[in-house]
């Protein structure tokens, strides 16, 4: 994970995944557009992105810890905060959710708000 920043002033953390070559996914707040300052609550938009911040290919908004944890369950079969180690810490999930987008359009085509 590193930060991007726009030309504009809006800033977001970019994502990568080894496996899903070619492929970034950008993580902001919703409202501001920017890196959310509270993402355990914030609505976050996670945008996937072909070959450069220029091409996007879809977007999804998730609702804070709860959102994360929720789409997980349905796209990747568990809860990350159910394990026996306790929640994930947020940035963590935050990327994992991110990777799993950015292999499941890798892999399958599907786009973020697909089943």
């Known amino acids: 994970m ?7 002033g ?10 899903a070559p070619g492929l970034i996914a950008l993580v902001y707040d919703a409202e501001s557009k920017r890196i959310a300052d509270r993402p355990e609550t914030d609505r976050l938009t996670f945008v996937l992105l072909e070959g ?4 996007p290919v879809g977007a999804i908004e998730i609702d ?6 929720s789409w997980y369950q349905t796209h990747v079969g568990y809860v990350p905060d159910n394990e026996p180690d306790g929640p994930v810490p947020i940035m963590q ?20 708000d697909d089943k």
Do not use: Q
């Open 93 to 112: 999930l935050i990327e994992n959710v991110a990777t799993h987008l950015l292999l499941r359009y890798f892999e399958e085509g599907l786009l973020p």
């Open 52 to 55: 450069s911040v220029n091409d």
């Open 64 to 69: 804070g810890r709860a959102g994360l944890n």
């Open 10 to 19: 809006s800033t977001a953390w970019r994502f990568k995944e080894p496996d």
């Open 2 to 8: 590193d930060i991007h920043k726009t030309c504009l």
